[in-house]
């Protein structure tokens, strides 16, 4: 439920981009500054102060703290007049969302070792769930005549529920991690040593990374090429980039059998060859209707992405998720770097090309899965 919850929150701002773009201001770079970039910075510095330690942490209490700091900071996200203040408020959730989610995840690794991969792919598949919902709510609220605020304040909502919900199960033994009974002293010391001798751990949390360019990135320039190159009203628009994450649920839950069956690398390989293809026809797609088909079929094929590479990175270190995370930080500069690119591309050569640049994740997807090697296998083998 809180992967759900946490592309639910995440995804209002990026279905709602040209709703945003035009109450702030913002130029399609200005809004990658003030949506993506700025607030990945704040968030990466304050969740990893806590991500380097959260070995040796509750992460129950983490779990309930991350989620209700998110509730108030997505709440005051949603009536803020300026840029800044967006930016702000969107780090300040980004942050507390980041350590909860990190907390569940390090509890999902240490009772599904040795199935990391199909255990990560479900995650993956509540994410779509959200993703699906998201511009779904967004949709509703400019179609009422309201605009990407009434939509934020509803899933702050939802998630301070979700957040008395969490803290209410604190006490059930079923959901408590059983962590190592000597955790590294020093996290980070411990983190960068070991990643400095395998490389491997660096190449996967690499290609996880690069995952946000067909997700957030690729829905918010569909949504903005749609409303502003192809004439759809802006209700439509957002609507139509729900085809995308409708996909995501589709190609998902897909995975999970296709991963049992024919294991991580061949599921991997395929994709990212598949996800090359739609997102070509994505870009050579003129009207509405071949726009969404193409988000689908993109929706679908890129979907077991960003799970499986993130499990290949914990198989790699079952016994320490916090290490893991606390690497993946440094990876940061995708998550910033990524989204002022493609924003420069969109103001300079177009959506279209912009769109084309993203061609670079399902290729670095395929040349990990080729070289970095999958540990995984299928569970008839």
């Not at 955790?183 to 946000?212: E, G, N, V, Y």
């Not at 293809?277 to 979907?303: E, K, P």
Request: proline share 4%.
């Amino acid at each position: 439920m809180l992967a759900l919850v946490d592309e639910l929150w995440s995804g209002v701002a990026v279905a709602g981009a040209p709703s945003v773009e035009r109450e702030l201001a913002l130029s399609h770079r200005g809004y990658a500054v003030v949506v993506f970039a700025a607030p990945l910075v704040i968030a990466a510095v304050l969740e990893g102060a806590v991500v380097y330690v959260s070995d040796s942490l509750d992460r129950r209490r983490l779990l309930g703290a991350g989620q209700a700091v998110l509730a108030v900071a997505f709440i005051a996200a949603a009536w803020t007049k300026s840029a800044l203040g967006l930016t702000i408020d969107l780090a300040l959730a980004g942050a507390a969302s980041g350590v909860a989610c990190s907390a569940a995840q390090a509890i999902l690794v240490g009772a599904n070792r040795g199935g990391t991969d199909r255990a990560m792919v479900r995650w993956t598949l509540y994410s779509s769930v959200g993703d699906v919902i998201a511009p779904l709510v967004t949709a509703s609220a400019i179609a009422l005549g309201y605009s990407y605020r009434a939509a934020m304040t509803a899933v702050g909502i939802v998630v301070g529920f979700q957040c008395v919900a969490t803290i209410g199960r604190a006490h059930d033994d079923g959901v408590r991690e059983a962590r190592d009974s000597s955790p590294p002293a020093d996290p980070l010391a411990t983190a960068a040593s070991h990643a400095l001798r395998t490389p491997r751990l660096w190449a996967w949390l690499f290609a996880a990374s690069t995952c946000t360019l067909l997700d957030e990135i690729v829905v918010a320039l569909g949504a903005v090429r749609m409303d502003r190159d192809q004439g759809a009203p802006e209700a439509v628009a957002v609507a139509a980039a729900l085809a995308f994450s409708l996909g995501a649920v589709v190609g998902s839950a897909a995975s999970d059998r296709a991963v049992g069956r024919w294991g991580s690398r061949t599921v991997l390989t395929t994709s990212a060859v598949a996800s090359f293809a739609a997102l070509i026809s994505l870009v050579f797609s003129h009207g509405i209707l071949g726009s969404a088909a193409a988000l689908f079929a993109l929706g679908v094929t890129c979907a077991p992405h960003h799970g499986l590479a993130l499990a290949q990175a914990y198989e790699i270190v079952p016994t320490r998720p916090g290490m893991v995370q606390a690497v993946g930080q440094v990876f940061m500069v995708v998550d910033v770097g990524a989204p002022l690119a493609i924003g420069m591309v969109a103001d300079r050569l177009g959506t279209s090309a912009a769109l084309a640049a993203l061609g670079a994740q399902p290729l670095v997807i395929l040349v990990c899965a080729v070289c970095a090697g999958v540990g995984q296998t299928p569970d008839n083998a």
